[in-house]
């Protein structure tokens, strides 16, 4: 599963953090459910919430990762601009995998990206610098 930041195990539900690890949420007691305004306050690129399909997600440490002197920064871009906010319409119910689309011209099945391509997405076309581990 290569979306909604949940590699390197930087982004996790808030109730599934690991014994020994640190949780990535704000307070100590770690809480089953939060409420819409909850997660609005966390709607910045240094506290960054979001939710999909009813689970919330702090993206906070995997946008942590990457400085902005990185290639992939701008990557980090449309989850900001959506921090605090429900992303499930990027994703497909069913299979919880980014949505896709069939491109006209290539024919080719292509992630469907309305905010532009977003880290761990790859590109549409082949590069030599997208790793796939």
């Avoid at 702090?58 to 959506?82: C, K």
Wanted: net charge negative; with cysteine; proline share 8%.
């Amino acid at each position: 599963d290569r979306g909604a930041g949940q590699q390197r195990g930087a982004a996790r539900s808030m109730d599934e953090s690991k014994a020994g690890e640190a949780p990535f949420v704000v307070d100590s007691k770690q809480r089953r459910f939060y409420t819409p305004a909850e997660v609005a306050r966390h709607n910045c690129a240094h506290d960054c919430w979001v939710s999909i399909f009813g689970r919330v997600l702090d993206l906070s440490a995997l946008l942590r990762e990457i400085p902005e002197d990185h290639p992939d920064f701008d990557l980090t871009l449309p989850i900001v601009q959506h921090a605090g906010k429900d992303i499930s319409e990027w994703f497909d119910p069913a299979t919880r995998e980014v949505k896709t689309e069939l491109d006209k011209t290539t024919g080719l099945v292509l992630p469907k990206l309305p905010h532009g391509r977003f880290l761990h997405v790859a590109p549409p076309e082949p590069v030599s610098n997208w790793g796939t581990d």
